[in-house]
């Protein structure tokens, strides 16, 4: 025990105090060994799952996917911000044109 530098191979351990009613998951050594933090009596290992070697947690695969997917949705303000000024003009002046020609004007009609 001590400064055991054995980060190679760990396990979630789920463990259980022997007196108290403390229990906890924790990521640890496979022949690691714990107190009881409430009353420091011993535990015991109620279940122990291997870890990956690599270390691939599984949260960075579904953040890739939310960053692709805030990517796509914010594609066409992107895509606006990148046109040339003249480009973005054209097309407010399109659909300006359209705003007013579905909408007749009220107050200078003639
Ligand atoms: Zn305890």
Not at 22 to 34: P, S
Request: hydrophobic content about 40%; proline content about 5%; aromatic content about 2%.
């Amino acid at each position: 025990m001590g400064g055991v530098t054995n980060e190679a191979r760990r396990q979630l351990v789920t463990r259980r105090c022997r007196v108290c009613e403390w229990q906890d998951e924790r990521i640890e050594a496979v022949n690691a060994d714990a107190d009881c933090p409430w009353c420091h009596a011993p535990t015991r290992c109620v279940r122990a799952v291997a870890l990956a070697e690599r270390r691939r947690p599984l949260g960075l695969s579904v953040h890739a996917a939310a960053l692709g997917r805030r990517g796509g949705l914010k594609g066409g303000r992107a895509r606006a911000e990148a046109l040339p000024a003249a480009r973005r003009r054209q097309i407010a002046q399109m659909a300006a044109r359209a705003r007013w020609s579905r909408r007749p004007k009220r107050e200078d009609a003639g």
